[in-house]
């Protein structure tokens, strides 16, 4: 099998090297606020935004604005979405140096995959993740076929709120989203940035590492359910994604294609339903 530019290595997935930011998450800024019929002096707090460069197997593939948490998770997420990771076993380290603000990575893969991510160039922090996205990973979805999962209405408002209440840094700064992993009873993991696109590819990237099973899992996000975000959905193998925010016409109809069930407008006890196969969705009167 050929390899780009691998090196020798000793360590596996389990070895992964994360140092902790030196920085703190948010920054203070002296600001006006009108409220109440006034203007009034206040301090606000900004989630803060940091530059960090992905190299893989010493190839530089894209700059990325994050919020600098969790970076391996990130960066194993990007490249599940991408296509070019399907297995923890390919991956041979991941280093996140905080001080330059790299990520490095080895795998072990073959050189087709990796000249996926050239050109990538520098991404934002935003919300548009067109760089990312690709048409060629978007016509490769793989077609849900297994039992559907079954979930009640309360199921659904319950894991939102859990994620909506979430005591983060969006407590603090209403600057960042945040996306989790659940299952029908519980929130097992929240991850937030400042693009609903990152913090997507992290909880794509907890499970990866975690050698999650995806398959009976819901995945929540808190920013519009895109292409891109559907793509990176499916490459995770999540049966249905749920939002409080709103879906693209396209993500629904590629959802539909995956055999993906979206879910959008989560709040005040409401939610729309794009059904496709993959969940059967109980009418509790419970659910307020």
Not at 65 to 76: G, I, N, R, S, W
Not at 159 to 175: A, H, N, P, Q, S
Request: overall charge neutral.
């Amino acid at each position: 099998m050929e390899h780009w530019g691998m090196k020798s290595r000793k360590t596996n997935s389990k070895d992964l090297s994360v140092q902790e930011p030196t920085e703190d998450l948010t920054v203070e800024f002296s600001a006006s606020r009108f409220i109440n019929g006034a203007i009034e002096p206040r301090i606000i707090s900004l989630a803060r935004e940091i530059p960090y460069t992905l190299f893989v197997n010493d190839l530089e593939v894209l700059s990325i604005a994050v919020l600098p948490t969790h970076l391996d998770e990130l960066c194993m997420g990007f490249l599940v979405s991408e296509g070019v990771l399907k297995s923890p076993k390919e991956v041979e380290d991941c280093f996140v140096d905080h001080g330059n603000r790299i990520v490095r990575t080895y795998l072990d893969v073959p050189a087709e995959r990796i000249e996926r991510l050239e050109g990538k160039g520098m991404l934002t922090s935003g919300c548009a993740g067109g760089l990312v996205f690709s048409v060629e990973s978007a016509s490769v979805l793989p077609r849900r076929d297994l039992e559907p999962l079954k979930l009640s209405c309360a199921d659904i408002l319950g894991r939102m709120k859990e994620l909506d209440t979430f005591d983060g840094i969006y407590r603090v700064t209403r600057g960042v989203h945040a996306a989790s992993v659940a299952t029908k009873s519980q929130t097992l993991v929240i991850r937030e940035d400042l693009g609903r696109h990152n913090a997507v590819d992290k909880i794509v990237g907890h499970c990866f590492l975690k050698g999650l099973d995806t398959k009976k899992k819901l995945l929540l996000t808190t920013g519009r359910i895109t292409s891109e975000v559907l793509t990176k959905t499916a490459r995770g193998g999540f049966p249905v994604i749920i939002s409080r925010s709103s879906a693209s016409a396209l993500a629904v109809s590629m959802a539909g294609q995956s055999g993906i069930d979206v879910i959008t407008y989560v709040r005040a006890g409401r939610f729309n339903y794009f059904s496709h196969g993959a969940t059967v969705l109980n009418d509790d009167r419970r659910a307020k």
